[in-house]
């Protein structure tokens, strides 16, 4: 494994969405894998043809309640440039032991 440290990854919204972030900037949907590559997608919001089509998309933070690591079994939240597994409930990696706080709902998640 990596060393990359994942904070919890945001909801993502289409930018026209009623609960979506007011303030929020918007990027192409196309560059969502590469800005938040293991964020939400809000299903009210975000179908099949969102990423064909793409829509402007907006990320909103979520504010998980505290809780413990649990490392997901799941492949694709266990990216090889992590520290290890995502967790299951905020697909961060809790590298330091806690739940890291949302990297930054209008910019790509950081390193």
Known sequence: MGTKAYPPQPMLHDADC???PTGAIAFPARSAGSMY???F???NCIGP???GANKS???A???FDPHDYEPSSEPLLQPTDAVGPLC???HGNH???SPAPFADPIGPARS
């Open 37 to 39: 590559p293991h964020a």
């Open 57 to 59: 998309l907006v990320a």
């Open 95 to 97: 590298f330091d032991g």
């Open 88 to 90: 299951k409930i905020c």
């Open 49 to 51: 043809g969102t990423i």
């Open 18 to 20: 009623i609960e979506a």
């Open 41 to 43: 997608p809000h299903y």
């Open 61 to 63: 933070p979520i504010d």
